[in-house]
């Protein structure tokens, strides 16, 4: 009785860790798509209501969730800190310090918005912004693509691990 609760649970830890997976692929496509929404909202507030940088940043975590919302909301708090940080540099640490499911690619696109942001003319960050969301919402497809095929892949294989596991026990 021992030995087939044993292999059960093997089998039941194994399915785990391909959910797991699964999970991870699923929170990537999430969260670029919130980035993609924030950036959206950065963009309308930067370059159609002409807000200063950090209220535009607010209100950007304000229209998304998640590690997306606390990503801008940093990035707010500390465009707002009078040390006199370059923005890009705030930008940059918001992105390494939220917890978001990114590939270093999509990391990269975000990087290269750093630079724009604060910099220049409205019409130029409003582009660069629009061109961010655009490149992430292809991301987000391709990460879309990449659930659908691999989900099932993970699921399976993590099962298939635990049973062939359990076997070799027994």
């Not at 609760?5 to 990537?28: H, I, Y």
């Amino acid at each position: 009785m021992t030995r087939l609760l044993g292999a059960a649970l093997v089998v039941a830890g194994c399915g785990a860790l391909g959910l797991c997976a699964v999970a991870r692929l699923e929170g990537r496509v999430r969260d670029l798509g919130e980035l993609a929404a924030g950036l959206d909202a950065l963009q309308r507030e930067l370059g159609w209501r002409l807000s200063p940088l950090p209220d535009a940043l607010e209100g950007a975590a304000r229209s998304v969730h998640g590690p997306s919302a606390e990503f801008f909301a940093r990035c707010a708090q500390r465009a707002r800190s009078p040390d006199g940080q370059a923005f890009q540099e705030v930008w940059r640490e918001g992105l390494a310090a939220a917890p978001l499911r990114l590939k270093p690619e999509d990391r990269a696109l975000l990087d290269r918005l750093g630079p724009v942001l604060g910099r220049y003319d409205g019409d130029s960050q409003r582009l660069a912004l629009e061109d961010g969301a655009a490149a992430l919402r292809s991301q987000q497809g391709a990460a879309a693509d990449d659930r659908s095929r691999l989900g099932r892949v993970y699921g399976v294989l993590g099962t298939a691990a635990g049973l062939l596991t359990a076997i070799l026990l027994l």
